[in-house]
């Protein structure tokens, strides 16, 4: 007891270090045990047994060499201590072979102690280095789905989102989620995709869902975590911007097409500059009567085939986007004084109206350009009134939810019915017969080069509404601009 108070302090302060504490412990452990087995009747008492103890468990601590080196000196101390008893006590018997077999069994059960003490320790530090790598594997893991473009998140079977990494929390456009937030709050129609994937094997659907307020079209992805539990198990939802899944694929598509219409232009170009030709000719002859209005059908037809032509060229020759601050008002301003005294209309046909005023946005100049034209052209060209009575209306800003730049341009012709607008974006898709249904459809590939996009809005009062978002420059940039 006296020994154990003794030692509490140097346990508590880690003084000496902790082979010196089990050494002296242990040597203190062995005179008491072989001074009472002295005083209780030698070897024969049974209280040597407690040495193979005391010294097993110091085996633990120490290293082989050490362990046997005290087990050397409990055995000479054991034979010192017999020897001693049989020259001091007369009656004593002597008990030489018992005291080697003690000697021998403390220097086995130490031994073997140390071995396995030895293993211990190799497989507690192999254990430790395991934990640490698989610690540093977890964050690593972590660090990069949390690093990924491409946006994660993990739903359980009820629709509660378990995780979410940054670019899933940016392209939901949340400030951040908790482990109460659904699928079904962030996005009902993602969730509903949830809801069909979950009860269709073979579910496949191409169409991306739309998000409002400026956010990104998403193309969702989903897998189970663990497939033997069905739709128990965890579900990892894949989230990726459709507008860079668009690019990518239009880059494939337009080398395609770059190679066709190269192959083909002048093929068809020739024939097209003949049947011209000849129309023109014909027209010489016929100046009037029915023959008149069959070359009119003819030159009519030729100058749409010409530009369906000149369409796909352009489209196979697009570019992406060389992205530069544009400040809309002044641009806007400048553009539709050129458009005004190329198409007849007065200035006051066309109001612009940008809060605030210094809105700088991310875009290529020359395709703001073009995707603008497009826009109002479709304006005039489909108004359905004299030139005189159309109005084009330009408003922007910022939007307040997305913290996104946008315009909106807004005519105030017959609209556009809701049929119709699911397919206005597509390719060759029409409703004149005049056009060649590639305008709106080079307006939104030429937009979305650019890393903004392009929507059709619906508006109760009558008109058409296009709105495109962009990105917004970085301030260092507007600075330069409002510098030159």
């Known amino acids: 007891m006296t ?72 055995s000479l101390a054991l034979l010192g201590e017999h020897i001693y008893s049989q020259l001091v006590l ?19 059960f130490a031994f073997l102690t140390s071995i396995i003490a030895r293993r211990l320790r190799e497989s507690e530090q192999l254990a430790t280095e395991r934990s640490r790598e698989l610690k540093s594997m977890i964050q690593m893991n972590e660090h990069i789905i949390r690093s990924m473009r491409t946006g994660i998140l993990v739903v359980n079977s009820h629709g509660v989102i378990e995780m979410a990494n940054n670019a899933a929390i940016n392209l939901l456009g949340q400030a951040r989620l908790d482990k109460s937030t659904t699928l079904k709050q962030l996005s009902p129609e993602l969730y509903s995709r949830f809801i069909d994937w979950q009860n269709s094997v073979e579910y496949i659907q191409h169409k991306p869902v739309q998000q409002s307020h400026g956010l990104p079209d998403l193309q969702p992805g989903f897998s189970r975590i663990e497939p033997a539990a069905g739709n128990d198990s965890p579900t990892l939802v894949f989230l990726e911007d459709a507008s ?26 020739n024939p097209l500059a003949a049947i011209h030709h000849a129309s023109q000719l014909l027209d010489e002859v016929f100046e009037n009567g029915p ?17 369906v032509v000149e369409n796909v060229l352009q489209l ?22 050129e458009y005004t005294a190329s198409q007849g209309l007065e200035k006051s046909q066309i109001q612009i109206y940008i809060k605030p005023e210094d809105t700088t946005v991310l875009f290529d100049a020359s395709h703001l350009h073009q995707v603008m034209w497009n826009l109002f052209g479709n304006a005039v060209s489909h108004a359905g ?11 922007g800003g910022i939007d307040s939810e997305s913290d996104q730049p946008f315009i909106d ?8 019915d809701p049929d119709t607008a699911e397919q206005i974006f597509d390719p060759f898709f029409t409703t004149s017969n005049d056009g060649t249904g590639l305008g709106l459809y080079i307006t939104k590939e030429v937009t979305e080069s650019n890393r903004a996009k392009i929507r059709h809005i619906a508006l109760p009062a009558g008109g058409t509404c296009f709105r495109i978002y962009f990105l917004q420059a970085p301030a260092q940039q507007i600075s330069k601009v409002s510098n030159i």
């Not at 140097?10 to 050494?23: E, R």
């Not at 007369?90 to 086995?108: H, K, N, W």
């Not at 005189?388 to 209306?393: D, E, L």
């Open 90 to 108: 007369p009656d004593y018997r002597e008990a030489y072979l018992q005291t080697g077999i003690l000697g021998i069994v403390i220097f086995a």
């Open 316 to 337: 196979s020759r697009q570019q992406r986007g060389s992205l530069e601050p544009v400040e809309l008002l002044p641009w806007l301003n400048k553009f539709t004084d």
């Open 3 to 74: 020994a154990s108070i003794i030692f509490m302090p140097g346990l508590n302060l880690h003084k000496p270090g902790l082979d010196a504490q089990v050494i002296i412990q242990t040597s203190i452990d062995a005179v008491v045990i072989i001074t009472l087995m002295h005083a209780s009747g030698g070897i024969r008492s049974g209280l040597g047994m407690l040495l193979i103890i005391s010294l097993s468990l110091a085996s633990i601590f120490l290293t082989r060499r050490v362990t046997l080196f005290l087990a050397a000196a409990t």
């Open 291 to 307: 023959d008149k209005k069959l070359t009119d059908i003819i030159n009519t037809q030729v100058l749409r085939l010409n530009g």
């Open 409 to 416: 341009v807004i005519d105030n012709g017959p609209g556009i």
């Open 244 to 269: 860079q899944l668009n690019q990518r694929f239009q880059q494939v598509r337009l080398a395609s097409l770059g190679r066709l219409t190269a192959s083909i232009a002048h093929e068809i170009r």
């Open 385 to 395: 009134m004299p030139l005189a009575n159309i109005r084009i209306n330009i408003q």
